[in-house]
């Protein structure tokens, strides 16, 4: 099976100005690459961002895959005379900061709001869509996550109790930006982050929308990552090349789980064709975290060209099987511990019949598994038993 990561990472190297290969759409693979809100948050600086970029890299992260650097909120400065937004002093150039990062063969991101205000309290792209737009292109931007934030208010403001008037006011919103985005020429990913609201999955990719949050802001524990995964199920039928379910960034790396639990997180993100935006601190990474991040059969499987998210075939208390369907016919298959010992499950299930008798790979142990009447199919607590027909 042709590994799509690899055509993703000639896609993204086509052209330092983010131009896609003729006939392949934007995001035609969940992107992946690397944010700064969930390790730096407001503290985020252009030497951090350099930084994030070198690493990238030296680790080998980018010929992985990882070709996006994404700048979150506290970026923004003060718009002048004319209208025009400018960075703060945190970030000195934002186009010299732009050309160091594509001449790393790297993509820029950056991030703003619908609303007057950005979740943190500054300028927000409220009334400036076209004119932030065009800015964003002037810079080099390949990226822009959009963040609900103070139009929520306006929302509330105007419409009210009235839900399909809500509705209809957040889609305007969102398209409205898609719409300055596209009169630029530039092409740029476009990442709703409305945390779900009014069904966004049934209407993102007519407003422009290649992912959108479908979940509340993650965190780095297990309770959450878990809860805001798994309720990823029901919505596979949305995703697809060009426009993906985001069930947010990555946790990997920082601190709050274990290796275990972190293996859990990455293998569900990949069942679900989510985007892979690590969210920790590159320059610090342990060889385990290393080895998470850049575990080429895990990537691979998130980033199959079918572009098919996984769906759960089976549950029991705690214990979940997730199947997702792979180009070349393939299949894979994950078995989730989400409970607080270590579990067996049945290899005689009904819903393991297209399984026996195959080549299957753990993609984590990299060693041969058979599903068979005799098979020991044991998972951790917080675990995960991932594999892959070969």
Known sequence: MIRSWKLCWMIALLSPMGLT?????TAATPPMGWNSWNHFAEKVTDADVRSA????????MRDAGYVYVNIDDTWEGKRDAQGVIHTNEKFPDMKALSDYVHSKGLKLGIYSSPGPKTCAGYEGSYGHEAQDA?????????????DQCSFGDIIRQEAGDDL??????????????????????????????????????AWGPEKGGNLWRTTDDINDHWDRMSLIGFQQAGLE???????????????V???????????????????????LLAGNDLSKMTPETKAILMNRDVIALDQDAFGHQGRRIWEEGPKEIWEKDLSGGHKAIAFFNRGESTLDF??????????????LLDLWTKKEVAIDGSTKLRVPRHGVLLLEQR
């Open 253 to 275: 790396g920082n601190g709050g789980m274990n290796n275990t639990e972190y293996e859990l997180h990455m293998s569900l993100w990949a069942m679900l064709s989510a985007p």
């Open 134 to 146: 065009q800015t964003y292109a002037e810079w080099g931007i390949d990226y822009l996550k959009y």
């Open 53 to 60: 970029a070198d690493a990238l890299v030296a680790s080998g």
């Open 346 to 359: 049945d290899p005689n299930l009904k819903v393991l019949a297209d399984f026996r008798g195959k080549h």
């Open 164 to 201: 399909d008037k809500a509705a209809a006011m957040q889609k305007a919103a969102y398209e409205k930006m898609h719409v300055a985005i596209a009169k630029t020429g530039r092409p740029m990913v476009y990442s709703f982050c409305q945390y779900g609201l009014y069904s966004v999955w």
């Open 21 to 25: 290969a003729q006939n392949v759409p």
């Open 237 to 251: 039928k949305f995703a697809g090349p060009g426009h993906w379910n985001d069930p947010d960034m990555l946790e």
